[in-house]
């Protein structure tokens, strides 16, 4: 293990000593006699301070690189006995970490092992607040914040909420090393924090409270040496410690394409017929600029409350599949449940589907209506209900789709521009009527006769075999020609 010369400074039980630190970096690995050639860079050295200062005796020079600490009026061979005590600790500390891994409940036993080393109460919580190890033998009476987390066995949602506005807990949790913070108020202690990723993934997070004694110089390093043991353990225990199920983790892969192996999970664990069955995506978003702080909380209530359906996190989102077929709640009953939710999340939502292989692009289409949502500041945004803006930015994506417009409605609609005419909505509505005259007329709002008086003029204007063929068309194939253009037409302006 490698300490920094603060780590040492701390620990020392000389009464007068100066600390000369000018690097402070935790590469040390161990303790040597001063000696005027070879010295190791990873060493700290111990010697009389004449032997670096002449016409100076009776101090002891504690050397690190560009490091010291000088010790007034201390034998250097009582300097030296105690610095190694001291590197013994914190090796002993090491080694005992590293045998927290074959245990049961690793996690707390590193805390407990890290007692000494700290002397503050440490507290591992998962994204949602719930306590994954709490630091053991500190009574609730060292303060009311840890009486809560004692009291609660973790933060609760209103507390999250709280330090969410109060101390921006979003941009804490950007924290990807040690950091120490203040709390909004003066009189309460720092905490050290420093968020725990796992394979990319948000898993939890590792604070140290000041309750009981100031942060010493230093305290980064040690914290990261517990978190690369915190880090490996959760890692081997991933299955425990990762939020997702399998079924997410099929979901996951079926989403973004990568392989996988379902083997009839999802009709043996969730007992749903893939043949039958109708999904719905809903995917969720926290409307913070940072990390998510309410997501794995939520998370985990919409799970316990939607059965018949999956909901896991997939990055910073929150993604709910439910099966309408087997599900106990109706569509409307889901969105009830997720404007109880509060002002905290935006809600896309795709359309039903068959098939859970199909699941990638309705995704992407909840995707983007989360998108409209931030948009145009809506709380939800269907995909059913955007059927004609998706078809117009298809329209628009290519300007290839312009020239397959019929010839003869672009004449008519540039006829009807220069004369103030009414051709092109007439001939529209005969297609739209299904060719039916009296239909046609009502649509437009005129008289039959002076329908039949257009369509005699529009038949002088533009050729028009291929649009009796389209009409006679028993199969009307061609006539999806003449949607298509009048579709085009009244949607983009290619005038």
Known sequence: MQVNIWNIYHRLSYPNKIPLVKDGGATIKGVRWIVSKDLNPDMVYI?????????????????????????????????FNEVSSIMDLYQWWDEALEA???????????????????????FLYAPDGKALAIAPGYPPSIHWHWAEILEHHGLTEERMSYLKDAIGLTDVF????????????????QYLHCSLVINGYMAGHFVIFAMCRPFEDGIETLASRLIEHILRYMSKHYEEYNPTSHTSTILSAMIHGRPYEEKGLFRNLLGWDDERDVYQVYLLKELVKGEPVLLSRTCLKLSS???????????????????????????????????????????????????????SRYYRQALAEVIRCKEQHLRRSRGVDHIGDHLLSLLRADPLNETYIVPELRTLLKYDRQEETAYYETLRAWFYSGFHPTSAAAMLG???????????????????????????DPERRRINDYFYSFMYLDSVDSL
């Open 305 to 359: 409350s939607l059965q018949g359906g999956v909901v896991f996190q997939e990055n910073q989102l929150l993604l709910v599949v439910l099966n309408l077929s087997r599900s106990a709640r109706r569509p409307k009953e889901v969105e009830d449940l997720l404007d109880s939710l509060g002002p905290n999340f935006c809600c896309g939502v795709s359309a039903p589907f068959q098939k859970i292989r199909q699941i």
């Open 174 to 189: 950007q924290d990807r090393k040690p950091t120490i913070h203040d709390f909004c108020q003066e009189d309460e202690p």
């Open 100 to 122: 927290c891994a074959a245990k049961p409940n690793g996690l707390t036993e590193m805390l407990a092992a890290s007692g000494e080393i700290f002397q503050n109460p440490i």
């Open 446 to 472: 005129i008289h039959r006769n002076s329908f039949n008086y257009r369509m005699d003029r529009i038949r002088q204007l533009i050729p028009f075999e291929r649009i009796d063929t389209a009409a006679a």
């Open 47 to 79: 010697g009389r301070e004449a032997e670096f200062f002449a016409d100076i005796t009776g101090n002891t020079l504690i050397v690190h690189r560009n490091d010291m600490i000088l010790v007034q009026n201390a034998e250097p061979e009582e300097v």
